[in-house]
């Protein structure tokens, strides 16, 4: 697998847990239904975790590698508020759009402190993956594609945290061996300083072999929309079912909570490792999401 490859498997395994996630707050969608084998009527609009992965995919096909500057801009001039942007983020990509620098506007949220929000996090597993095999590489890009809109460390490191997962499933695809989940989660852990996160994700560890609802229930699943109360669940369910597209997103699901986001980083780790075969993302799954910008690449799947 290429890194381009890689690249793509991810950002459509993150498009569609995401758009399939979103649906859940839609009324009159159930869990039950989606494991009975009976998901929501198609078509599955993204939102903007997938808006700015697509951004995120698109510096990465045109230049190899993230320029702060440049996504900046790109997440600035293509975000589409109906996408659920929440509201400190429209404030930050309006500034920019109106020519603020990124450095000032990002470091000035919520007082000084900088967002502590799972925004970058949810965005970048396709970056991880497009560095497959080289995970401190992929922590670098991963500090700068973050630090253009959440200044705060513990954001920034959930964001390195997921990158860094991604890659290490992308190397394993390659190597066509499924890693342990406690090696891949110690393998993140030695690219983190200490932190909520990784402290978030040494309770992974010990969580490893749990149930869904008990791993959401001590780790967070979103619901505060917190680097911390999402990350380290969401690495939970990518290595607990790292093999399997279909049940990482159900179990996202089942969690509840901000579904769409932690369904978007799941998929988009456990696709790079998945793709689109055999326990990878369902071909009526990938035909039911809405589909992507055009000027996000060749379309897979639509």
């Known amino acids: 697998m290429t890194p381009s490859e890689l690249c793509r498997d991810s950002l459509d395994g993150l498009s569609v847990g995401d758009a399939l996630g979103a649906q859940f707050f839609v009324p009159g969608t159930s869990y039950p239904e989606l494991v009975a084998g009976r998901p929501p009527q198609a078509p599955w609009p993204w939102t903007d975790d997938t808006e700015m992965a697509c951004s995120i995919v698109s510096e990465l096909r045109s230049r190899g590698d993230i320029d702060s500057d440049r996504l900046a801009a790109a997440f600035a001039q293509r975000y589409e508020p109906y996408r659920g942007y929440g509201a400190g983020a429209i404030v930050i990509l309006r500034q920019i759009r109106d020519g603020a620098d990124w450095r000032q506007v990002a470091r000035s949220a919520f007082d ?6 799972n925004g970058a996090a949810m965005r970048v597993a396709p970056l991880g993956a497009f560095h497959a ?4 590489a992929a922590a670098l890009a991963a500090m700068r594609s973050a630090e253009v809109t959440h200044a705060h460390p513990e954001a920034v490191l959930a964001a390195v945290a997921v990158a860094v997962a991604a890659a290490e499933a992308g190397h394993a695809r390659r190597l066509d061996q499924r890693p342990d989940p406690e090696a891949l989660l110690w ?12 402290a978030g994700l040494r309770s992974a560890v010990g969580l490893l072999g749990a149930g869904v609802a008990e791993a959401a229930y001590e780790l967070g699943n979103g619901a505060r929309a917190l680097a911390p109360d999402t990350v380290p669940f969401t690495l939970w369910v990518a290595a607990t079912f790292l093999h399997d597209y279909p049940a990482a997103i ?6 509840g909570g901000d579904v769409d986001t932690t369904a978007a980083i799941v998929g988009g780790i456990v696709a790079t490792f998945t793709g689109t075969g055999t326990g990878g993302i369902p071909a009526s799954w990938l035909s039911a999401r809405e589909p992507l910008p055009a000027w996000a690449g060749p379309a897979t799947g639509n």
């Open 112 to 117: 000084g402190q900088g967002s502590m929000g």
């Open 133 to 136: 095999g080289d995970s401190p």
């Open 187 to 198: 393998a993140v852990l030695e690219q983190l300083v200490d932190s909520r996160v990784s």
């Open 250 to 255: 159900r179990a996202c699901i089942e969690a």
